[in-house]
């Protein structure tokens, strides 16, 4: 079984910084990609920021030059640094990996993880 569990959302003012985490756990044998995605108030949900495994990093044009994707591999942690935030930032944010995972029957298989989502609120 593999879960993503994600931390760090919350309330900030136009302007303010967040860090979201989110850690994998279970039987994993390596994340191919890591992302982020948010999903704003009757919107679909939409792409923030994806890196991976090599540490090739994209970018939704919104928030180039704001937001900072890192990954920690020892930790199975992904960070979604994010600055000078903007009401239309707020959304509830989720990670995704595309990981292998090790199979019961000891083979492995590519699989796809979704977090449960955080909250990002910004006040203007």
């Known amino acids: 079984q593999v879960q993503l569990v994600e931390s760090g959302g919350g309330l900030v003012q136009t302007g303010g910084s967040l860090r979201l985490s989110c850690a994998a756990s279970?039987?994993?044998?390596?994340?191919?990609?890591w992302g982020w995605y948010r999903q704003g108030p009757g919107q679909q949900r939409e792409l923030v920021a994806r890196?991976?495994?090599?540490?090739?990093?994209t970018y939704a044009d919104s928030v180039k030059d704001r937001f900072t994707i890192s990954k920690d591999n020892v930790r199975g942690t992904v960070y979604l640094q994010m600055n000078n935030l903007k009401p239309e930032d707020t959304a509830v944010y989720y990670c995704?990996?595309?990981?292998?995972?090790?199979?019961?029957?000891?083979?492995?298989?590519?699989?796809?993880?979704w977090g449960q989502g955080t909250q990002v609120t910004v006040n203007s």
């Open positions: 995704n990996a595309d990981l292998v995972r090790r199979r019961t029957d000891g083979f492995r298989s590519r699989a796809e993880y």
């Open positions: 279970g039987s994993i044998f390596s994340i191919n990609v």
């Open positions: 890196i991976t495994g090599g540490g090739s990093t």
